[in-house]
T-cell receptor, first 117, second 110 residues
Framework: GAVVSQHPSRVICKSGTSVKIECRSLDFQATTMFWYRQFPKQSLMLMATSNEGSKATYEQGVEKDKFLINHASLTLSTLTVTSAHPEDSSFYIC?????????????FGQGTRLTVV | SQQGEEDPQALSIQEGENATMNCSYKTSINNLQWYRQNSGRGLVHLILIRSNEREKHSGRLRVTLDTSKKSSSLLITASRAADTASYFCATDAGGQNFVFGPGTRLSVLP
């Protein structure tokens, strides 16, 4: 199956700093990428949807100025958590959707655990 | 809206037993995927079953899909302690995002 790579897998940062998380589709072109957040022992919640070359669409309650998403190419999307605070500590996961010749399919990255101290 | 919902939410079994988890969804889908997540770790893709398929196997995993009932099941045979994890189903309706259920927390006791 298609591979989606997320980097870094773990990051610890100081409160007030910004952190960038990358999501890459390795063997297909991702027309759409999705960013999810997961709180401990809970399911994944969609944060935003991004299409290559256009602005991301954020879910209700997600601050777009706090979570900057850039989808500059068909293989790379980035999520930047700006001015991070301890409450931003969470598990962030991306998924990428691409065309496989018949339908579009989406696959997930491994996730990034962010800890803000 | 919640799409994939797993059942049961928690399951404890003895090593060697089979574990069955179910997933129900609400709208038409292109495919359904099962993922495993070990505590504090990322998602591991287990298996993808397309809407025109009824059953798929991968090692000790068996997945069924019943599109008329909008449900899927994941069977893990001869479970091992290492299978202890949370299991999520994710439905792909093509063009829309995945929506996850709360997952099934499986505990396999040695």
């Amino acid at each position: 199956g298609a591979v989606v790579s997320q980097h870094p897998s773990r990051v610890i940062c100081k409160s007030g700093t910004s952190v960038k998380i990358e999501c890459r589709s390795l063997d297909f072109q991702a027309t759409t990428m999705f960013w999810y957040r997961q709180f401990p022992k809970q399911s994944l919640m969609l944060m935003a949807t991004s299409n290559e070359g256009s602005k991301a669409t954020y879910e209700q309650g997600v601050e777009k100025d706090k979570f900057l998403i850039n989808h500059a190419s068909l293989t790379l999307s980035t999520l930047t958590v700006t001015s991070a605070h301890p409450e931003d500590s969470s598990f962030y996961i991306c998924s990428a959707r691409g065309f496989n010749g018949m339908n579009t399919e989406a696959f997930f990255g491994q996730g990034t655990r962010l800890t803000v101290v | 809206s919640q799409q994939g919902e797993e059942d049961p939410q928690a399951l404890s079994i003895q090593e060697g037993e089979n574990a069955t988890m179910n997933c129900s969804y609400k709208t038409s889908i292109n495919n359904l995927q099962w993922y495993r997540q070990n505590s504090g770790r990322g998602l591991v893709h287990l298996i993808l079953i397309r809407s025109n398929e009824r059953e798929k196997h991968s090692g000790r995993l068996r997945v069924t899909l019943d599109t008329s009932k909008k449900s899927s099941s994941l069977l893990i045979t001869a479970s091992r302690a290492a299978d202890t994890a949370s299991y999520f189903c994710a439905t792909d309706a093509g063009g829309q995002n995945f929506v996850f259920g709360p997952g099934t927390r499986l505990s396999v006791l040695p």
